[in-house]
């Protein structure tokens, strides 16, 4: 073999060695760049989560879920319901004689009542006091949650008193005896005042009443399904 010859398979050998470096390199920077990529698409898929802050010490019960037991509800209820309500103050004129042009007839036949008796309490009245033909009414809230000269409470004061007041086992809801109707936990009275006081931090006898009426849907007094609907149950 000629000098020239070696010199050529020399210099081809040189370069196929270039050539596999280069080519392993390549690989190399490739695969490691695919297996960064592989973990990058990795973490940005990995999946969020919507965590809710622990409430503090300063949260209200209005911005936390509570939970209402029924019992404790009807607790409430029955201290506040009554047997007796005044409803439309102009309906007490009715002769009650089926009159066909009748404007106190109600659709279904019945009248428009002036005031309503029932045999267990069954009303929360959002009257503060009501006069119709000669009777008048004073509803237990306004008088042993506020008292005398009292305008406004807060709520403590609100849960107090209200927890004093004598409990009745009223129509509607479970049913509760008054020897274990003693309020021991104040957290459904407390959600309670948060709902009259409708973010307010005292209650007055006219928010109240106010607040009594837009609950009850616009009737005169807040019957059981009404006041367990306010509390969420």
Same mark, same amino acid.
């Given at each position: ?69 029924p019992k ?46 029932? @045999?267990? %309490?069954?009303?929360? &009245? ?9 009777? $008048?009414? /004073? !509803?237990?809230w306004s ?24 409990? @009745?086992? %009223?129509?509607?809801? &479970? ?9 021991? $936990?104040? /957290? !459904? ?45």
């Amino acid at each position: 073999m000629t000098p020239s010859s070696i010199r050529i398979l020399f210099f081809v050998g040189f370069v196929c060695a270039q050539v596999t470096a280069f080519s392993t390199s390549l690989s190399t920077s490739f695969d490691a760049k695919t297996s960064c990529t592989a973990v990058s698409t990795s973490q940005s898929r990995r999946p969020t989560y919507n965590v809710l802050p622990l409430s503090s010490s300063a949260t209200t019960s209005t911005e936390s879920i509570v939970s209402v037991d029924p019992k404790e509800a009807v607790k409430l209820f029955g201290r506040l319901a009554e047997k007796y309500i005044m409803l439309d103050e102009t309906a007490g004129m009715c002769c009650y004689s089926a009159c066909s042009d009748c404007e106190y007839r109600l659709p279904d036949g019945g009248y428009r009542m002036a005031d309503q008796s029932a @045999a267990r %309490p069954k009303w929360i &009245p959002s009257y503060v006091r009501r006069t119709v033909n000669g009777k $008048d009414h /004073t !509803t237990r809230w306004s008088s042993e949650l506020f008292g005398e000269g009292v305008t406004a409470i807060d709520q403590t004061t609100f849960c107090d008193k209200l927890v004093q007041m004598t409990y @009745a086992p %009223p129509l509607g809801g &479970p049913y509760l005896a008054a020897s274990g109707a003693a309020v021991e $936990d104040p /957290t !459904t009275a407390e959600l309670l005042f948060d709902i009259l006081a409708d973010g307010k931090e005292k209650l007055t006898k006219a928010r109240m009443s106010m607040r009594l009426k837009q609950l009850a849907g616009g009737e005169e007094g807040m019957t059981w399904p009404k006041f367990q609907a306010a509390l969420g149950l």
